[in-house]
């Protein structure tokens, strides 16, 4: 059902991210820290920073028993959170280039309570 989510999984482009966070098929999770959350992330997506994933955190209660696509700032951060998700058994993706190529890309970005935003 997934064919782009695997154990190894293959990194998204912002655009096949955005669809399929759109379309239902994945949770997009911003593993980003607050200040950055805040500063503009993608409608819809829900905020856990990499150090409380890394931690033990549990997942919010949304991204639970789903495919799990996971955005940082440049794509590293984020493949660490896939890389733990994994482990932990779950199916994740990244997002190559992170909450800066989903910028440049001009796909949504919304900051604070929805207004529009900026990527940090």
């Keep these: 059902m997934f064919p782009l989510f695997r154990r190894d ?3 998204l482009t ?3 991210a955005h669809r399929q966070t759109r379309e239902g098929q ?3 999770l911003d593993v980003r820290e607050t200040p950055e959350w805040q500063a503009g992330h993608a409608p819809g997506a829900l905020h856990l920073p990499l150090s409380r994933l ?8 949304a991204a639970q028993d789903r495919p799990v696509i996971t955005v940082c700032r440049s794509g590293n951060r984020s493949r660490t959170a896939t890389d733990l998700l994994a482990a932990r058994g779950m199916e994740a993706t990244d997002v190559v280039g992170g909450m800066t190529a989903w910028a ?3 796909l949504p970005v919304t900051a604070g309570r929805g207004a529009g ?3 940090a």
């Design 104 to 106: 440049r890309a001009g």
């Design 117 to 119: 935003g900026g990527t």
């Design 9 to 11: 999984p293959a990194r």
């Design 54 to 61: 890394q931690a033990g955190a549990p997942l919010p209660r």
């Design 14 to 16: 912002p655009e096949q």
């Design 26 to 28: 994945a949770v997009l």
